[in-house]
């Protein structure tokens, strides 16, 4: 019996020895096929990248030509997008872990609303082709682009709130009870902070993955820019950078096309950079003052 | 999370506290935001649902007229996809998409929820702290340029290994995807095994478990249905990816024999065509048919996960 | 949080002040003025955006927005009021193969678009027939030593049906003939990037261009019954691989969408941008 135990323990160990390297092994390489990517994205096109590019005009016709317009239509139609779905898809996450009765009802919506974030981009951007471009009669442009992104991006933001404040355990709402707060005031005060992290995970993948979104832009926003730097008008055409980048991939007969769309792919990786960095800041701030 | 707990009991007593004096002003306060704040939850998830059923509604308006041409049965069940000749028999995209789907979690859920356990229990902290960051900016990483790659270094690459001619189908696309939705599945499944409390690990230290035991019979189960949704939200995304998928699956409307046979799927299809088509025409019709039931699919197969997952968690 | 807050209402206000005195300046100079939308080819797409940058500088006041999805998506834009003036590879108001007319609709010639036959650099032929190439995409020739070639199989890459280039390489190269499915050896691309990228990274492949795409070493252009690809050679009448670009508009352009189009058609953006762009012309083929 106690000879068994113990074998059985050896191999205990052994199989969490093995499984310690595999991780670790499974972990370097996923690193390393990251590294690759991130390397060959960015050394085509950090290295030729002046800080002018990010300023100037695109060109048609001569090489040099910039991104600065679809740049800023970039964090601007970001911008839109976010002020419209971050409030709603958060809301509506709390409503659906805190207050949504648990019956098949509400298990049903919560399919649906995954199911959602299957539609392909292109639908959503047909739907506000349809929305803006024919029922408002607006034609293409910012307004249009940043609210059918967030259409795009709601289902996702609700969905992972949803699970963040689920995940946070039920002892620590019912000690906020307990001590005769009311239900917001547990969620505000007791349940978000807890939650944040997870939420903050979530803006930062809706975000990221609405920075570089072309096909929904491409049918609302348009091809084309004002020709204006600092263009704040809801309704000018706005292409943005991801949207830029597909045109000088796809169809732009500049001849420096490639580097063009090799510059745009860093700065594109770059930003999505300092987005996470931007969200994930203040967090990291708040938790060092906590300690 | 037993510092945070009690930490966050504490301010909440602090406050409460403070409330002590009894003003009746402040608890009216609290009593008012709380009905205001329940109003508004209300009111974002009926957003949601509008937009739901707008979806919804946009896409089945076009794609029921889809059955006044052409019977359903054909659609369905013919493998037969010539538009150009008033043939539009769905059914090698969807079995498509179905074998394509399997494959990318196939390949996409091991690796990420390995990567998020490493994140979450293994790895010390400075480690954790420079995964993190760098799987999030995977997500960042425009589609077309995981598209670009996969046509100018993947082909190439298993051209040379499997020695096809093209290189283009199911398998280049699904190695793709599962790039693409690797960060998604990972960092929310990251998220869900961090959220699992810490006695619960202690509790199975304590009885002398090893890590990987621990990992795998208290964590795991514990943070599955975090982990499901992940691989849920992977997935749809995976099912709905469009723009990469195009540059490497070759767009030829025919069923997937081979893992390099090009093909086509749902979306890469509708992609491919909807903006070739005329508005008011059967073809467009089917493609909104094909959009209508890519919702249906997902539907389908979130249900299917989460039946799989509330066994095996009670079966836990 | 807070300090988002504040972000948000500074942003909010700034964009209400910045839209309001844009508003304001907009009143005052040039007569001419109006919102101009362009859809459709992705193709003139190129010449669409340089000629409303310049028509910009000379009329401030008129806003263009211009955007691409497809050759079709054009003449519908326009038919369903969206856009003003829709871009299109071909004559939308005649039936072409594979579509009807648009009826009410005036197409108005802005260019000339010359395609061309492209090779992967590998392949060793340098010359294709009509009914070579009929037999190359409808399946019939698989390998390039039936066309004079190394022995290697054929790669057809081609654009997906309804696209412009794929309509007129279809009905002036390939003289009507048909683009057949095959089950190996062939795929379909959604873009002139993406056609000219296939066709460069995959050995022993062929497609269709328009010609302006047509550089560096990767790809190369074959000649089309012994006539090279060039713009003089489509100038002359010997290479017959072209076709006008259209913008079609409902009815005759009138107001800011008139000057556009004069503007586009004049001989100082003909003779200039448009042939920087490598477009030809539509004046030179009158000769």
């Not at chain 1, 409030?87 to 609303?113: H, K, Q, S």
């Not at chain 1, 609302?220 to 706005?238: H, I, K, R, V």
């Not at chain 3, 000057?259 to 100082?268: P, T």
């Amino acid at each position: 019996m106690n000879f068994t135990r113990t074998r059985h323990t050896a191999r205990s160990q052994r199989n969490n020895k093995m499984a310690t390297i595999a991780f670790y092994t499974l972990g370097a390489l996923v690193m390393l096929l990251i590294f690759w990517l991130l390397f060959t994205i960015l050394s085509k096109g950090l290295p030729s990248l002046r800080p002018d590019f990010l300023i100037k005009q695109p060109e048609e016709i001569d090489p040099g030509g910039g991104i600065g317009p679809v740049l800023f239509n970039s964090f601007y139609i970001l911008f839109i997008s976010l002020l419209i779905s971050i409030p709603i898809g958060i809301g509506a996450g709390i409503y659906m872990a805190e207050y949504a009765p648990d019956n098949r009802f509400t298990g049903a919506l919560r399919i649906c609303v995954e199911s959602l974030s299957s539609v392909p981009s292109i639908v959503f951007g047909l739907l506000g082709l349809a929305i803006f471009a024919e029922y408002f009669n607006v034609g293409l442009t910012i307004l249009g682009g940043g609210v059918s992104l967030a259409l795009l991006n709601l289902p996702m933001l609700a969905r992972v709130t949803e699970e963040a404040v689920r995940a946070v355990p039920g002892e620590i709402r019912e000690a906020g009870y307990a001590l005769g707060m009311t239900k917001f005031h547990v969620i505000r005060k007791v349940v978000l902070p807890v939650a944040m992290p997870a939420i903050v995970t979530g803006v930062c993948l809706v975000a990221g993955r609405a920075f570089g979104e072309s096909a929904v832009i491409i049918l609302t926003a348009g091809l084309s820019t004002s020709g204006e730097m600092w263009d704040f008008n809801l309704f000018s055409p706005g292409e943005t950078l991801a949207v830029h980048l597909w045109y000088v991939q796809s169809e732009a007969i500049v001849e420096d096309a490639r580097q063009i769309a090799d510059k745009s792919a860093a700065v594109l990786v770059f930003v999505v950079l300092l987005i996470n960095f931007m969200f994930r800041f203040p967090l990291w701030l708040g938790r060092r003052r906590g300690r | 999370m037993g510092a945070p707990v009690q930490n966050l009991a504490s301010r909440a007593q602090k406050s409460s506290l403070a409330e002590g004096g009894i003003s009746a002003k402040r608890h009216n306060r609290h009593l008012f935001s709380n009905t205001m704040f329940r109003y508004y939850f209300l009111f974002s998830i009926l957003a949601l649902c509008l937009v739901l059923g707008l979806v919804i509604v946009f896409i089945g308006k076009t794609a029921l007229l889809l059955f006044d041409n052409i019977s359903p049965l054909d659609f369905f069940f013919s493998f037969n996809w010539s538009p150009e000749e008033e043939a539009f028999g769905a059914a090698a995209f969807i079995v498509n998409t179905l074998s394509l789907t399997a494959l990318t979690l196939l390949i996409a859920v091991p690796v990420s929820v390995g990567m998020a356990v490493l994140c979450a229990e293994i790895a010390p902290k400075w480690l954790k702290s420079f995964i993190r960051p760098v799987l999030d900016l995977l997500v960042g990483i425009p589609s077309i340029v995981y598209g670009y790659l996969g046509l100018t270094v993947l082909l190439p690459f298993l051209r040379r290994v499997s020695g096809e001619g093209l290189g283009d189908g199911l398998l280049a696309a699904a190695l793709v995807l599962a790039l693409m939705v690797l960060p998604t599945i990972c960092r929310i499944s990251d998220d869900a095994i961090v959220a699992v409390p810490r006695k619960y690990r202690d509790a199975a230290y304590a009885l002398g478990s090893t890590r990987l035991q621990v990992i795998m019979r208290v964590v795991l189960p514990a943070a599955s249905r975090g982990i499901i949704s992940a691989v849920i939200l992977g997935m749809t995304r995976a099912v709905g990816e469009t723009m990469a998928v195009v540059m490497v699956i070759g767009n030829t409307p025919q069923l997937a024999k081979t893992l390099f046979t090009p093909s086509s799927v749902l979306t890469s299809n509708i992609v491919m065509q909807i903006s070739n088509v005329e508005f008011d025409s059967t073809w467009n019709y089917a493609l909104h048919m094909m959009a209508f039931l890519l919702l249906l699919i997902s539907f389908v197969l979130i249900l299917i996960i989460r039946i799989l997952g509330r066994n095996r968690r009670d079966a836990a | 949080m807070k300090v988002f807050k504040k972000l948000t209402v500074t942003a909010l206000t700034a964009v209400i002040a910045v839209t309001a005195s844009f508003a304001g300046i907009a009143a005052a100079a040039d007569s001419l003025k109006g919102k101009i939308t362009v859809n459709g080819s992705t193709a003139l797409l190129p010449l669409t955006l340089q000629a409303a940058k310049e028509f910009q500088k000379l009329h401030p006041k008129v806003k263009i927005a211009a955007s691409g999805k497809g050759s079709v998506t054009g003449p519908q834009a326009v038919k369903k009021g969206i856009a003003d003036i829709g871009a299109c590879d071909w004559d939308a108001s005649i039936d072409v193969p594979g579509f009807k007319a648009f009826d009410g609709q005036v197409a108005n010639k802005v260019a000339v678009i010359p395609f061309a036959t492209i090779v992967n650099k590998n392949v060793g032929v340098d010359n294709l027939t009509t009914e070579q190439l009929q037999g190359i995409y409808s399946g019939k020739i698989t390998n390039w030593k039936e066309v004079g070639g190394s022995d290697a199989s054929i790669v057809v890459v081609t654009r997906a049906f309804g696209s412009g280039t794929r309509v007129n390489y279809q009905a002036k190269a390939l003289a009507g003939g048909d683009i057949v499915k095959k089950e190996k050896n062939y795929k379909e691309t959604g873009s002139s990037g993406d056609m000219k990228t296939a066709v460069a990274t995959t050995p022993n492949a062929i497609g269709y261009i328009d010609l302006v795409y047509v550089s560096g070493s990767e790809i190369k252009a074959v000649k089309f019954n012994g006539v090279a690809a060039t713009t003089d050679n489509v100038i002359n009448g010997s290479y017959k691989i072209w076709a006008y670009g259209y913008y079609m508009t409902k009815g005759q352009p009138t107001g800011a969408t008139k000057e556009f189009i004069d503007y586009v058609q004049s001989k100082k953006f003909q003779n200039g941008s448009l042939k920087k762009l490598k477009f030809i012309p539509i004046a030179a083929m009158k000769g």
